[in-house]
């Protein structure tokens, strides 16, 4: 196996983290090689590309014999989605809010209002 264990999820996000500061499609060579992590087996890169390709995170197209893979959304659109998934799965969504907002810093819960009354 490769270096050092992740937490579940970990390698999905730093290869996410890759390709959107390249902001170009990548092959898994290159991905593997931006990761810069010499105990990372490439295959496990191919994998983990493959798995978010499947989820629907990434696009893919031809790149001579090997694909590139290119993110589908913005870091933003990503982890704004996955806070309203998060927020469909509870019970009870108002006690779910409260304690989203309960645990911001006064910056961004100072952003969360300003964005919420220019909505108004």
């Known amino acids: 196996m490769g270096g050092r264990r992740r937490e579940h999820g970990a390698l999905e996000a730093e290869v996410m983290a890759v390709l959107w500061a390249e902001a ?19 295959k496990t890169v191919l994998t983990v590309l493959g798995r978010l390709h499947a989820k629907g995170l990434l696009d893919r ?17 990503e982890v704004a989605s996955q806070m309203n998934q998060a927020l469909a799965r509870g019970a009870d969504r108002m006690a779910v809010l409260q304690h989203f907002v309960a645990g911001l810093d006064p910056e961004d819960e100072r952003a969360l209002r300003d964005l919420l009354d220019a909505g108004e």
């Open 61 to 77: 197209e031809r790149s001579g014999r090997a694909h590139a893979y290119v993110p589908r959304r913005g870091p933003a659109d």
């Open 24 to 42: 170009r499609p990548m092959t898994a060579t290159e991905v593997h090689e931006a990761l810069g992590d010499p105990g990372l087996v490439y």
